[in-house]
T-cell receptor
Framework: NAGVTQTPKFQVLKTGQSMTLQCAQD?????MSWYRQDPGMGLRLIHYSVGAGITDQGEVPNGYNVSRSTTEDFPLRLLSAAPSQTSVYFC????????????FGDGTRLSIL | SQQGEEDPQALSIQEGKNATMNCSYK?????LQWYRQNSGRGLVHLILIRSNEREKHSGRLRVTLDTSKKSSSLLITASRAADTASYFCATDAKAYKLSFGAGTTVTVRA
């Protein structure tokens, strides 16, 4: 059972480039979410999804786009990378969004030059 | 803004001793969760405590919740080197949106 898988693990981009961070889970979880982790600030919610075809914004959605075409996959797209988006990105999933433990991937470390 | 805030920011303890860290939050919650993060890894769920519960145990972990003070504590008893990690509390004050604190970094010394 792989759990939550994130790819790539590391990425360096130039300002203005776009890219997609991949997230896949094999636990048939309805709820999936993306966070960014910056030093001293904990995790901040970017976008989340309560099921296939349903997404919504979190605390810091600007500059990011998501879609959820299947239960398993929840990719995060950076539209035009900026140095302020240098961070560690985590994907998480759970059976539901209320009162359920989140299962996290090991993160994607992204640097924007 | 962050809903939960952990205290202290960092904690260094001797192996075998107990470690206690606290979490304070601002608004009413349905439940509070504690997570551990080892260096370079994702977060791992430790314990979930609901707003109508006051204390919960899991192995060497003990979590308390005081909704009147809007605070929670995590106690790790008989600490081990493997407990060296960052610990985060997370609250669900808003539906579908889990809010994390900045974490407590725990170092267990031999």
């Amino acid at each position: 059972n792989a759990g939550v898988t994130q790819t790539p693990k590391f990425q360096v981009l130039k300002t203005g480039q776009s890219m997609t961070l991949q997230c896949a889970q094999d636990m048939n979880h309805e709820y999936m979410s993306w966070y960014r982790q910056d030093p001293g600030m904990g995790l901040r919610l970017i976008h989340y999804s309560v099921g296939a075809g349903i997404t919504d914004q979190g605390e810091v959605p600007n500059g990011y786009n998501v879609s959820r075409s299947t239960t398993e996959d929840f990719p995060l797209r950076l539209l035009s990378a900026a140095p302020s988006q240098t961070s560690v990105y985590f994907c998480a999933s759970s059976y539901g969004s209320k009162g359920q433990p989140q299962h996290f991937g090991d993160g994607t470390r992204l640097s924007i030059l | 803004s962050q809903q939960g805030e952990e205290d202290p920011q960092a904690l260094s303890i001797q192996e075998g001793k107990n470690a206690t860290m606290n979490c304070s939050y601002k608004t009413s919650i349905n439940n509070l969760q504690w997570y551990r993060q080892n260096s370079g890894r994702g977060l791992v769920h430790l314990i979930l405590i609901r707003s109508n519960e006051r204390e919960k145990h899991s192995g060497r972990l003990r979590v308390t919740l005081d909704t009147s003070k809007k605070s929670s504590s995590l106690l790790i008893t008989a600490s081990r080197a493997a407990d060296t990690a960052s610990y985060f509390c997370a609250t669900d004050a808003k539906a579908y949106k889990l809010s994390f604190g900045a974490g407590t970094t725990v170092t267990v010394r031999a």
